[in-house]
């Protein structure tokens, strides 16, 4: 099974790429299958990690950034893949 762990953050105005470098510096306890990271518009910062593991999984997660720096708590989802769609729109 793939797992999808997903991590967003808001920057205090202005504070996007401090926050975007932040999150780039932060190593996690085990290599996901695949990480990425995303940005938008209000200095928001996206992380998705997917993981080859069952939903319930112990999985290392990103931490909180400190409080300076975010304009609230981090929000975590989790998903389970229910398959790519190859080609179809």
Do not use: K
Not at 7 to 22: C, D, K, P, Q, S
Not at 55 to 79: I, K, M, N, Q, S
């Amino acid at each position: 099974m793939t797992v999808a762990l997903m991590w967003e953050a808001r920057a205090v105005a202005g504070r996007g790429e401090e926050l975007l470098a932040w999150v780039r510096a932060q190593d996690l306890t085990v290599r996901p299958l695949r990480r990425e990271t995303f940005r938008a518009p209000q200095d928001r910062v996206l992380v998705i990690t997917w993981w080859d593991a069952p939903y319930d999984a112990d999985l290392p997660e990103l931490p909180e950034p400190d409080g300076e720096l975010v304009t609230r708590g981090v929000h975590r989802w989790r998903f389970d893949s229910v398959g790519a769609d190859q080609g179809r729109w």
